[in-house]
């Protein structure tokens, strides 16, 4: 079972000994982010959850969230960012240490508007997630970090858009670029969420489609039976 207390000799064993290969890495990664619903309905929340996976620690970064069209997000309702991760920096035994901290204890809100919005995530994002003993089959020197997993069932990072319900029917995008920054050498990661807001028509073919199939066998069973009475 995974541990989830930690002692203070447990967070001094974390930085002097799966810190330092992270540390020394240059920076790079990619972006991961799923659509919990590619298809909604007009009044319905856009919700996306975000991961990224990669290795090392970023000197700066900015996180860019931008809708393909902010003519369907409710405006008057905006939208919200959470996210679920900080990190301590101290000292423990006169020792200069760094620890990720995440879950629900730890969730943060920021508000979003109907254009897009910017982030900048902190070092917690970065660093390995603390595991002692390190699991069969997990490299010391390339580490599970916080933002590639979910803890107590919360995403590092969850976005939430309302939609007008007087949305037009159609395909719109979410973008996602996530720009950073090591020892003057900047990177850019990006990606892209495809969503379809759905029609009168796209909501009811199934019904209509079944409908007209039932009604044309009982017309097709009363000729037959019309022909031989």
């Known amino acids: 079972m995974e541990k989830t207390e930690f002692t203070k000799d447990d967070i001094i064993k974390y930085n002097t000994e799966i810190m330092p290969p992270v540390e020394s890495v240059e920076p790079i990664y990619s972006i991961v982010a799923r659509a919990r619903s590619h ?11 975000i991961h990224l996976t990669g290795i090392g620690i970023p000197d700066a970064n900015k996180f860019i969230f931008l809708w393909s069209s902010p003519n369907i997000i409710d405006s008057s309702k905006g939208g919200d960012c959470t996210y679920c991760t900080r990190v301590f920096d101290g000292k423990i035994g ?5 620890f990720p901290l995440a879950g629900k204890d730890f969730s943060e ?9 910017m982030l900048h995530l902190h070092k917690g994002y970065f660093l390995p997630w603390p595991m002692f003993p390190l699991p069969r089959g997990v490299q010391r020197d390339l580490p599970i970090i916080v933002a590639e997993r979910d803890s107590e069932s919360r995403c590092p990072i969850s976005i939430s858009l309302k939609t007008l ?6 395909d719109y995008t979410v973008d996602l670029v996530f720009t950073y920054k090591h020892h003057n050498i900047a990177k850019q990661a990006c990606d892209r969420v495809d969503l379809h807001i759905t029609s009168w028509w796209d909501r009811n073919q199934w019904w209509i489609i079944t409908g007209g199939s039932v009604i044309a066998f009982i017309l097709l069973i009363l000729t037959v039976v019309i022909n031989i009475v």
């Open 109 to 117: 809100h920021l508000k979003l508007d109907a254009t897009g919005t």
């Open 39 to 49: 298809r909604i309905k007009g009044g319905d929340d856009i919700t996306i959850d």
């Open 165 to 170: 319900r007087t949305a037009d029917p159609g």
């Open 94 to 98: 006169g020792k200069d240490v760094t």
